[in-house]
């Protein structure tokens, strides 16, 4: 891991890890709210983590936050249609599609991890 880089990754901070686990929590609460509401809540969430992982990729350039930052907006904009009535997709679906980002994206990253010996791209 190179340490100037290190040291721009917002999610390397323990200041910025209550944050992270604060916007999951809200996304699972989420759950229990009518369907308007959780729709809206989970389409801030996706919108919202893509853009920090956009930022970390940014400030950083970790391997897995281009991946994740570009596929949550894809995935807040289909979520922000479906609030819209724009098109019909089950919930499950874009909550399927955003751990399959997160899996993706962290194996990838370890793979360039082995493969260059740092999970930033430098």
Known sequence: MSAPLARKDLFAKECSNP???????VAL???????????LVATLFFFVFGCLCLLNF???KRYHCVITGVGFQVVGLVSL????????????LLWGGFISLLAISYLSEFRHSRKTGSCYCE
Do not use: E, N, T
Request: aromatic share 16%; proline share 3%.
């Open 81 to 92: 249609l479906v609030l819209v009535g724009a098109i019909d997709v089950a919930g499950w």
């Open 19 to 25: 944050l992270v686990w604060i916007l999951v929590g």
């Open 29 to 39: 609460l989420s759950v229990f709210l009518p369907g308007f509401w959780s729709d």
């Open 58 to 60: 940014r400030r950083c």
